[in-house]
């Protein structure tokens, strides 16, 4: 791997199985640092990966969410030495100084779902930020037209004094100025309906699902049917302030708590 990726880094802990096949957990270098060569290996295998997405023209006019990314995780097959799944943030400035986290890509192959690989990822990336000397996020946020992403992000929501908005009853009044606040910071200038919690359509391509995701929840499925329409993309915010919900956090993903 290290002759595509330049500087992967095996993360401890992070080699194993996961959903019906094994997969190898990386760190790549920062998206500045990424070869044209890496870049193709990443999108080639996601587009292998997961045939119900266009990942190929996502990432001909995306190209910022590798380019522009901090950090890097991907999990590789290693039989194969193809990319299955992606994880991709960068650090964006808030007006009132809160640190958030902008999470520009999240995927997982079809055949590795329902697996170990979201929390594989997640706990990689976090080590990498954590060894780096960075505060824990207060903010995490991402756009998605996929049920299953605000799913897996509210499992995280489960630990005390942790937040996920919008939350499937719609009751995220009290937060409307975090939420447009983190809305003008990850897409900064484009129309932003905070009632729905929607960017109206900041989708590119329009057509990125083949068919309409769906997720095991029915409340999930029936909440984002109600909202969006394809080209959309909901605004997900979790909020972390206080020590004990992130250290919940990053007990869940096997980590130490942050000094």
């Known amino acids: 791997m290290a002759s595509r990726t330049g500087r992967a880094e095996p993360l401890p802990g992070t080699a194993g199985t996961s959903g019906r096949r094994g997969a190898e957990v990386l760190a790549l270098p920062p998206g500045r640092e990424l070869r044209p060569e890496t870049e193709r290996w990443i999108v080639d295998g996601l587009v292998e990966a997961m045939p119900g997405l266009r990942a190929r023209e996502l990432f001909a006019l995306r190209r910022d969410m590798l380019a522009e990314a901090g950090y890097i995780v991907v999990a590789v097959d290693p039989q194969r030495d193809a990319v299955v799944a992606l994880l991709t943030s960068r650090w964006v400035p808030l007006p009132s100084g809160r640190p958030c986290l902008h999470v520009m890509t999240q995927f997982v192959g079809d055949a590795y779902?329902?697996?170990?690989?979201?929390?594989?990822?997640?706990?990689?990336?976090?080590?990498?930020?954590?060894?780096?000397?960075?505060?824990?996020?207060?903010?995490?946020?991402?756009?998605?037209?996929?049920?299953?992403?605000?799913?897996?992000?509210?499992?995280?929501?489960?630990?005390?004094?942790?937040?996920?908005?919008?939350?499937?009853?719609?009751?995220?009044?009290?937060?409307?100025?975090?939420?447009?606040?983190?809305?003008?910071?990850?897409?900064?200038?484009?129309?932003?309906?905070?009632?729905?919690?929607?960017?109206?359509?900041?989708?590119?391509?329009?057509?990125?699902?083949?068919?309409?995701?769906?997720?095991?929840?029915?409340?999930?499925?029936?909440?984002?049917?109600?909202?969006?329409?394809?080209?959309?993309?909901?605004?997900?915010?979790?909020?972390?302030?206080?020590?004990?919900?992130?250290?919940?956090?990053?007990?869940?993903?096997?980590?130490?708590?942050?000094?």
């Open 113 to 259: 779902r329902h697996g170990a690989i979201f929390g594989r990822s997640w706990a990689a990336h976090f080590a990498r930020l954590l060894a780096e000397g960075r505060p824990f996020p207060e903010v995490i946020a991402l756009k998605t037209y996929n049920p299953v992403v605000h799913c897996a992000m509210n499992a995280f929501a489960v630990h005390p004094g942790v937040r996920l908005y919008p939350d499937l009853t719609g009751a995220h009044d009290a937060a409307l100025p975090l939420v447009t606040e983190v809305a003008g910071a990850v897409a900064p200038g484009h129309p932003f309906d905070a009632g729905r919690c929607v960017f109206p359509g900041a989708g590119r391509p329009v057509d990125l699902y083949r068919e309409r995701p769906l997720s095991s929840a029915e409340a999930a499925n029936a909440y984002f049917g109600r909202h969006l329409v394809p080209g959309d993309r909901m605004l997900c915010v979790l909020h972390a302030p206080t020590p004990a919900g992130q250290h919940g956090i990053l007990t869940a993903l096997g980590l130490a708590r942050p000094e």
